[in-house]
């Protein structure tokens, strides 16, 4: 199975602070990876698919980029709304697996 | 809109079976397959597999392939996920989600989760 490896998994940052989220791969993917929020209690909601692809209703402080077995997720300016785990997932070679997660807080 | 509804939570003993349900609306069931991720308490995510709604191709994780069937009811726009023989770590919220993709048709999909149900708490203790 393709091991997906988040870092870091905690992050502490700041109402405003641009952060950063990497992602990376046992292997090479290609463009099949996706970013998943979770609230607490919450099912985990779509951000970004394809690398780079904003999900529809999704705020444009997110982006995403990397290629082959690297990947990072980017917030521009957190929002207090935005303090949550986040999830890598790649839908390379089945079985699709997911990062570990990375919780982000407030500092 | 998307809608994914699922059965409520369960309470099971080690050993026994547990049937999920997961009902959709808001869009045409057959023409997206559907996952089921699962979540153990504190944990991270965990792919078990996927079924085609239109003609019932299921893919699977190995690690449930012994363990896991997956089903659909189009008169209902249904689907389900049973687990059997479980375990106390099988303990998780288990998700359905609608899966989604470039190359993803109604027989095979290579995609991500746009959709999710709300979960379902399945608790394995004697």
């Known amino acids: 199975d393709i091991q997906m490896t988040q870092s870091p998994s905690t992050l502490s940052a700041s109402v405003g602070d641009r952060i950063t989220i990497t992602c990376r791969a046992s292997?090479?993917?290609?463009?099949?990876v996706a970013w998943y929020q979770q609230k607490p209690g919450k099912a985990p909601k779509l951000l970004i698919y394809d690398v780079s692809t904003l999900e529809r209703g999704v705020s444009s402080r997110f982006s995403g980029g990397g290629s082959g077995a690297e990947f990072n997720l980017t917030i521009s300016s957190l929002q207090p709304d935005d303090f949550a785990p986040y999830y890598c997932q790649q839908y390379d070679t089945f079985p699709w697996t997911f990062g570990q997660g990375t919780e982000v807080e407030i500092k | 809109q998307v809608q994914l509804v699922q059965s409520g939570g369960e309470v099971k003993k080690p050993g026994a079976s547990v049937k999920v349900s997961c009902r959709a609306s808001?869009?045409?069931?057959?023409?997206?397959?559907i996952s089921w991720v699962r979540q153990a308490p504190g944990q991270g995510l965990e792919w078990m597999g996927w079924?085609?709604?239109?003609?019932?191709?299921?893919r699977f994780a190995q690690k449930f392939q012994d363990r896991v069937n997956m089903t659909r009811d189009t008169s209902t726009n249904t689907a389900y996920m049973e687990l059997r023989s479980l375990r106390p770590d099988d303990t998780a919220v288990y998700y359905c989600?609608?899966?989604?993709?470039?190359?993803?048709?109604?027989?095979?999909?290579?995609?991500?989760?746009?959709?999710w149900g709300q979960g379902t708490l399945v608790t394995v203790s004697s």
């Open positions: 079924i085609s709604t239109y003609n019932e191709n299921i």
């Open positions: 292997q090479s993917i290609g463009a099949w």
């Open positions: 808001g869009y045409t069931f057959t023409s997206y397959g």
């Open positions: 989600v609608r899966e989604r993709g470039t190359y993803c048709d109604r027989i095979s999909c290579q995609g991500y989760f746009d959709d």
